[in-house]
């Protein structure tokens, strides 16, 4: 297995199974083949001394003729037995063209004849030589056929054992293969759970993290889908607002109604404009690239200051006393653009508010190293129960000043920079003026660093 | 006519409330839910304009108790919400009809006259009677071919008399339809309209049942 390794389990499984068996069988088949080799060649070797020791009691010292059996075409015998007189004549010869050795030495040895190699056994007894010898050759393949016969059985075992790994891995990979296809045929938007039942404990808890994954992103989903949702009205609502004003600019009659009906329908344009613009800032609030700009030191109160100068007029149109309570000199860091929207946001919605007359309180204070902005007004406030969902995108509250002209996008664009800033929000009652406290806690200052995301 | 219109936008509420008295209908405006219920179960209406998205109750919600109380004021839903399953949700929970914002002006009148006509159980869009021929539509009235004109509240008695021909209508009825909550009503205004109806349309038309009040005979089969 050169090259890539399989990154299927299955398939690296089954490599390394089948490689598995086929070199432990290979081995076994070696190992008993030459055992059995080794074996048939002590159970010849025996077979010959057994056959010379047969022959000890000794042949006829004149021998026999041997003529009498010669036959040139039964030559081929596997074993040859010669016995002489200790004076070395021989008595006794089985196959006539094949002379033994007289001068070998006692017990097992070797010679070559007739062109092929013969093993010998010689037995001396008191008054003969007892030889007997074989074709090495011929033993060596009888003792072979032997062997093979030992080893077949393992060989024949080798394919129905590759069958078995094969069908074992296969069936317990089904389960991975059954959440393989449910996840395979699924359309893009198809977000269910893949059922978690029979699978493996292996398996198992991977499908579970993906089912978890899997909720989640239909959360998103859904949270994208109920945007859209609302984005369609709340873009609606100010064209609708629009073409019927401009429907009672086209019915106006009098002078004076027609100064009214142009006063709504600048209102109306001025509304949508904002609606437009507020969505757009959030829009690049939210597409900001993921490895923004480093950050910059910014002056909270200097910022802070220069926006409430900016709101005065307005503020001050409705008789609002805003102003700055506390204004510790501290930087924190950011974007000085971004902060700016935020600061911004935050004041308009509690002048919004805020009813004509009353108070709106801005104070950017040190706590400990970090550096918290609270905005607190005279407003009617937020009940505890809506406050999770204020930051949402176009959401309104429902108390008795109702403001239904707002985008309800101010506070979703607060929340997103705050996010952008590692800064936490905390809503709360107002302990001085009763309304609305919105608290804005930013980490201590430290070198410029990347803003998080 | 009078009908109340459920409307928490304000530039789009006081548009609407401008457009359809403009029309000659005494408009009563609300701008939540709650208050809506409320309104909804104390005084009656020829017709609701009613939004969905309601702070305090939802429209639907309101829609509901409408038809809990076997009230069959026609409903005609405004909203900017275009999903399917909610115009078909609002229909199915007892609206009779559905228009998304933003709309026509003219298409919204046309809707509610539609549905003041079918509320009164007419299905042609003119009556005719005794050589008098009324377009509600138009706002045109001809008495053997010669246009009539006529005051907009004279119009507007007359339009209620014509939603259910035969049907006697008291004179405390006719105020309570013809004025919303702002308007200063006169001790004897109803008659003042109903005295100027009989003199441009003849005696014949408007029929004064003593003691009861006003009808106007049914249309000619």
Known sequence: MTGTVSHSLRTRLLYLLFGSVVLTTGIQAFVAYRTSLDETNEIFDYQMEQM?????P???????????????????????????????RSIFQSTPSTELPADAAPGLSGFDARGTTYKLYSLRTGTQLIQVAQDRAARRGMARKLALKTVSPVVVMVPLLLFLVWWVVSASLA?????????????????????EEGLPAEIHPLVHELNLLFQRVRGAFDAQKNFIADAAHELRSPLAAIKLQAEGLRRATDAPA??????????????????????????????????????????????VQTIIGDLWAAANARHIDIGLADADPVVVAGHRDALNILIRNLLDNAIKYTPDGGTVNVAVRTSGAAVQLTVEDSGPGVPPEERERIFDRFYRGSGPQLNRTGSGLG??????????????LT??????????????????????????? | MRLLLVE?????????????????????????GEVADLTLGTQSYDLVVLDLGLPKRDGLAVLGHLRERKDRTPVLITTARDALEQRVKGLDMGADDYIVKPYEIEELLARIRALIRRASGRAEPTYEYAGLRIDPVTREVLADGQAIS????????LEQLLARPGVVMSRRQLEDKLYSWKDEISSNAVEVYIHGLRKKLGAHMIQNVRGVGYKIPKAAP
């Open chain 1, 411 to 424: 506070l979703a664009i607060v929340k997103t920079i705050a996010e952008m800033h590692a800064a936490s």
């Open chain 1, 427 to 453: 809503l709360g009652q107002s302990p001085s003026l009763g309304g609305l406290q919105i608290s804005l806690q930013f980490p201590a200052y430290e070198k410029p660093t990347r803003l998080a995301r």
């Open chain 1, 52 to 56: 010379a020791l047969s022959l000890r």
């Open chain 2, 8 to 32: 928490d936008d304000p530039m789009i509420g006081e548009s609407v409330l401008d457009l359809l008295r403009g029309d000659g209908y005494a408009v009563d405006w609300v701008k939540d």
């Open chain 1, 175 to 195: 389960p991975a293969e059954r959440v393989r296809r449910q996840l395979a045929s699924r359309r893009a938007d198809e977000l269910a759970e893949v059922s």
């Open chain 1, 58 to 88: 000794g042949l006829p010292e004149g021998g026999y003729p041997s003529t009498a059996f010669h036959d040139e075409a039964n030559e081929s015998f596997e074993f040859i037995v010669q016995v002489r007189t200790a004076d070395g």
């Open chain 2, 150 to 157: 006529l005051l907009a509240k004279e119009w507007a008695i």
């Open chain 1, 258 to 303: 027609r100064e009214l009906a142009i006063q709504r329908l600048s209102a109306g344009i001025e509304r949508a404009t904002r609606m437009v613009e507020q969505l757009l800032m959030l829009a690049r609030q939210q597409a900001a690239p993921r490895d923004p700009e480093p950050t910059e030191p910014v002056s909270l109160a200097l910022l």
